[in-house]
């Protein structure tokens, strides 16, 4: 058996801009990582879908990174963050 890791997913896409041809998109594409890298912004992704109509929408995220899992504490347990002002049991209450 094989334990697959789940990968939390990254932000989500923006759309930029619709085109009526793939060499726009295409340019459209190489302007904005030009763009990125003028302003050192260089873990950004880009992609280009082509819509059903026969337009190319252009895309565009910031790049996701793999974050460890915060480990929680145990005090932040529901259960441990009941106040009571007096507990279940009572030892004194016994014949």
């Known amino acids: 058996m094989t334990e697959e890791t789940k ?4 932000p989500k896409w923006t759309n930029d801009k619709v085109f009526s041809t793939h060499l726009e998109a295409l340019t ?23 819509k059903s109509d026969g337009r190319y ?12 899992k915060e480990m929680k504490d145990g005090n ?4 441990n963050k009941r106040a009571t002002s007096s507990p279940k049991f009572n030892a004194d209450a016994s014949v």
Do not use: A, C, H, Y
């Not at 990968?7 to 990254?10: N, Q, T, Y």
């Not at 929408?57 to 460890?68: G, Q």
């Not at 932040?76 to 259960?79: A, D, G, I, L, T």
């Open 28 to 50: 459209r594409v190489e302007k904005l990582i030009l763009d990125w890298k003028n302003k050192k912004q260089e873990s950004m992704q880009t992609k280009i879908r082509l």
């Open 7 to 10: 990968i939390k997913p990254g």
């Open 76 to 79: 932040r347990n529901r259960k």
């Open 57 to 68: 929408l252009v895309k565009f995220r910031k790049e996701p990174t793999n974050i460890e």
